[in-house]
Structures are given as C-alpha cells and as structure tokens.
C-alpha cells in the first residue's frame, strides 16, 4: 500500500472546537484508524475550497450500475494531481428500512462493505431519506451493488427523472398519535414502484412522503410531489379525568417539552381553548369538563400535542392525499394542496395506487421535460386536474378561498346554445 499523503488543513480544523460532534474530527479519527487516503484527500480539498470559497469538484458525473438508470450520483475532483484519492467521488444511495429502524449487525455488515470498498464516510441520511455511501471509485459501483445486494438483500435508492426512494415518519412503531401504519405504507409503495424507481421513466422527479398525523414529522407537504398524512374523521377522543390531572398540575403540558422555562401553571384557556384555530373548544369551570365541537375541528393537532395523555385522535382514520410540493426551481416553491381530504388507507392500498397512477398516466405524457407535477398543475390548472385527469368531484376542501378574478373558463357544453356564433346573426338585432 502506498504512503498515505496528509494535507495541512488550518481552517478546516478550526472546526474541531465547540461543543457539536465535529465532522472534521469524526472523518479524521476514521481515518487514522483506516488509513484512508480518500478521507485525507477530501479534507485538503475542503481545505483548498475554504481558501477559494468555490466548490472543486467538475460539473455532472453519470455513472451507474446495470439495470437500473440512477441511484448513483457520479463526481470527479478538479484538483485530481493534488488529491488523487478523490479523483473520482461517488455517492450511493441506499434505499433505508421505512423510518430508519435498523439492527447493529446490518450497520455492521454496511460498514464493513464500505470500509472494504468504499472511503468509510456516510451521510445518515439524504433529505429524501437514503443511507448515503460518500465517495467511492468507478469500478468499485458494481462489486458494492453485489454485496449490497447479495450479502445484505438492501437495494439501491432513486436518483434522477424517477420515483425517489419513499419516506415516512416513525408512525405506529412508537407514536400513539400516528392514523396510518406508516411504514407498511412507505414500503408497499417503495417495492410496488420499484420499477418507477429504479428506471427513470418520468419527465422529473416525483416523491413520496409519509406522515403519520398533520403534525408532518417527514414534513411530507413541503417535500413530496405526493404527500399522504395522517387524519381521522370521527371524534377526538377525550380522557376528562387525565384534562382534570392537567389542570390541576399533575401532568405536565406538552410532555414536558417546555420545562426548561417557567411559563407559570398550565392554564387550559390560555393554552389550548384560545389556541384553538378553529375556536371549537369549551373548558367548563363548574363541571370541570372539556367540550370539542368535532363538526369545526380541523384536525390541527394542537389540543393533542399539548394534552397528549388526555386527548387522542379518533379511530376512524385515514389520510389527506396532497399533491405538487417542491423546491423554488423553476416557477416558485409550493407546499403540497389538498387532492383528496379523506381516503382510507388498508393493504392492497388499491385506491391510493389508482390515484396515483391517473397522475403519473397524465403527468407522463403531458408534463413538460423537467416540469415538476406541482408546476404541470399550475399549467393547466387544479380544477381541470382534479375534475378532468383524476376525475374526481370539486369540493370547497380543495381550495383555501374562492378566485377573486372572474377570469373563469368555461367548457362549452356547459353553455347553452355553445361557442359557434354567426356575426350575422348578432348584426340583425344588433345592426352597425
Ligand atoms: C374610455 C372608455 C372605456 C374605458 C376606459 C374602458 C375600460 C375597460 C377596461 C379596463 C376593461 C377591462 C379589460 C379587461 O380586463 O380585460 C373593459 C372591459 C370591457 N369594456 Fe370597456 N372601457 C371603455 C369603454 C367601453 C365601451 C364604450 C364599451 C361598450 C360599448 C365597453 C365595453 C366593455 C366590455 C363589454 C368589457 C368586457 C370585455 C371582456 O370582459 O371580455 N367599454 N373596459
Ligand atoms: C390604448 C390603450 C390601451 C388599450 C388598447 C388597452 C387594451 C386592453 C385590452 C385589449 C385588454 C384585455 C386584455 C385581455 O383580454 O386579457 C386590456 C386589459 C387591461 N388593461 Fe388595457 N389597454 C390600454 C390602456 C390601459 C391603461 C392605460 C391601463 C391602466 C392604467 C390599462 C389597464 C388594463 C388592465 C388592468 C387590464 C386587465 C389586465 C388583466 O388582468 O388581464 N389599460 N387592455
Ligand atoms: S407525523 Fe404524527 S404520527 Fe408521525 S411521528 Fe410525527 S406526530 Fe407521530
Ligand atoms: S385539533 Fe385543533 S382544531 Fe381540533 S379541537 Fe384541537 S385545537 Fe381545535
């Protein structure tokens, strides 16, 4: 093995003080022990990036295993006779188990692959939610597949004009609040479309995320093009004799997530009847009792997060299918809109999976190259995607307030007598 090279790296190591784990110093102790030379290379290069604040690494990079058409996200240094190490710097993604639950010995089998094959960094995890592999060489992309594949029956997770790899919140493994199993979700979904994810088939990318309930963990409405949260649609369920424990001091508001500070004794109408957005609540003094008019909840979770042990969700659950979040890029960020306020969701799942595929049907053909769902339907409008492609009926769910311009379009069956005039016509009761 050749003599490992060390670079100086004064500002990088500045970073090693302060009181948060420094990642200057967790890649430098890895690679000592390893001596790798991938990890001292990438240092200098951060280094010498400090120094010129501009990246160095070369634009694009398109690399890949056989088979599937992403997954890996090439890179190439542009300093590769400094840090030839890092000549070549590819990121895996790992398609993660649904809310990121694993055992030791898989992240053991995982690191001994990629200290074996790799430069022993990680990102865990991707914003998407993959275990990110950082930085490995071209002709080491197949063997890694192979393990991974064989050795620990994990696949690769989507990268380009696809379905990226689906997320979801911790949902029923350990949050009582949670509506939907959520991550029987992520991963039927993850292994019905694994096509979709592995063979980029789409004008752009689409995403799946899951959350459990509307408090969004996964925060699904601002980074899916297809977000799935959690809601019920029967009554909040009430526990008087736990809201008496809260007002009388005994259980602490919140679970306790604000006692670092003295807000003074929970007080009820302070802190959840006059917080409620939709003003539903009523605390009765005399019977010491809590009323919620369930008809004007909205479902905001509010009460329930700060009265978890009184309050719970009801048992009447589904989720709220919302559509078209995404990044500024090109027309403007969005959040993602209300497509379908209830729909229930059991395995096989087959009604999500029908909505879904309309939209994909559509967005397939008609989207335009890189045009992102949310921006087709600021194309062409909501009310024609809800009503002509998904076929679904307008509700006044589906918007926040009516269109104050009268601009409105019209379909010419709906108008009597249509659009063929004759002029003519007009002119003989109407003369010049
Ligand atoms: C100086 C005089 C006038 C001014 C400043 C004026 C201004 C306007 C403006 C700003 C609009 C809105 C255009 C739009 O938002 O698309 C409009 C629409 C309209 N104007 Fe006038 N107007 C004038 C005279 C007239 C006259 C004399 C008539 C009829 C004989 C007329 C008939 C209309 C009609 C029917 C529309 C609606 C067209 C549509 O919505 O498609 N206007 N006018
Ligand atoms: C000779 C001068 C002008 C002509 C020929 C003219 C013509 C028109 C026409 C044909 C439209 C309808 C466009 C459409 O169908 O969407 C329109 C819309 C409009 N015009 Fe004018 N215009 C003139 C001057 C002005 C001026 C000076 C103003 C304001 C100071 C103005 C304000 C508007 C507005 C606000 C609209 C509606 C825009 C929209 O939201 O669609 N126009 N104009
Ligand atoms: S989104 Fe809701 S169900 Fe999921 S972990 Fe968060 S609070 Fe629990
Ligand atoms: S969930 Fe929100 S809207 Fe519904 S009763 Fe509680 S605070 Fe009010």
Excluded at 36 to 50: N, R
């Amino acid at each position: 093995m050749a003599e490992i090279k060390k670079h100086d790296t004064p500002m990088v190591d500045e970073l090693k003080g302060g009181p948060w784990p420094s990642f200057v110093d967790d890649i430098y102790s890895y690679a000592e022990k390893h001596q790798k030379q991938a990890c001292f290379d990438l240092m200098g290069q951060l280094e010498l990036s400090y120094k010129h604040k501009e990246t160095h690494w070369k634009h694009g990079g398109i690399v890949g295993v056989f088979g599937y058409g992403g997954g890996v996200i090439g890179r190439y240094s542009d300093q590769q006779e400094q840090f030839p190490a890092i000549w070549a710097f590819h990121t895996i993604r790992v398609n993660q188990p649904a809310s990121k639950w694993y055992h030791t010995s898989a992240l053991r089998k995982l690191c001994e692959i990629w200290d074996h094959r790799g430069s022993g960094m990680l990102n865990t995890h991707g914003s998407t939610g993959d275990l990110v592999l950082l930085g490995t060489v071209t002709e080491q992309l197949e063997p890694i597949f192979f393990d991974l594949t064989h050795q620990m029956n994990m696949d690769l997770g989507g990268s380009g004009s696809n379905l990226r790899t689906p997320s979801c919140c911790v949902g029923k493994a350990r949050c009582e609040w949670s509506c939907l199993d959520t991550q029987a979700l992520c991963y039927d979904l993850t292994m019905t479309y694994q096509d979709e994810l592995h063979r980029p088939a789409f004008p752009y990318k689409f995403k799946f995320k899951i959350s459990g309930c509307p408090n969004d963990c996964v925060a699904a409405i601002a980074r899916a093009d297809l977000s799935i949260i959690g809601t019920w649609i029967d009554d909040i369920r009430i526990d008087q004799e736990a809201v008496r424990a809260y007002v009388g001091g005994e259980l602490k508001p919140n679970a306790g997530a604000h006692s670092d500070r003295d807000w003074g004794p929970f007080d009820i109408k302070k802190e959840v009847i006059d917080l409620c957005p939709t003003q539903c609540m009523h605390w009765d003094e005399k019977e010491k009792k809590l009323y919620i008019n369930n008809k004007e909840c909205n479902r905001c979770m509010h009460c329930i997060n700060v009265m978890p042990e009184a309050l719970r969700p009801g048992t009447d659950t589904g989720a709220t299918i919302l559509m078209g979040a995404k990044a500024p890029i090109l027309e403007g960020a969005q959040l993602s809109t209300v497509i379908v306020p209830f729909m229930r969701l059991e395995p096989p799942y087959d009604n999500l999976k029908e909505l879904i595929e309309k939209t994909w049907d559509f967005w397939m053909e008609n989207g335009k190259n890189r045009e992102r769902l949310g921006e087709l339907i600021q194309r062409i409008g909501l009310n024609r995607f809800i009503v002509d492609i998904l076929g679904l009926k307008p509700i006044p769910q589906h918007v926040r307030e009516p269109r104050a311009n009268p601009y409105v379009f019209w379909k010419e069956e709906e108008v009597e007598g249509g659009w063929d005039r004759d002029v003519a016509e007009f002119r003989k009761r109407h003369p010049a």
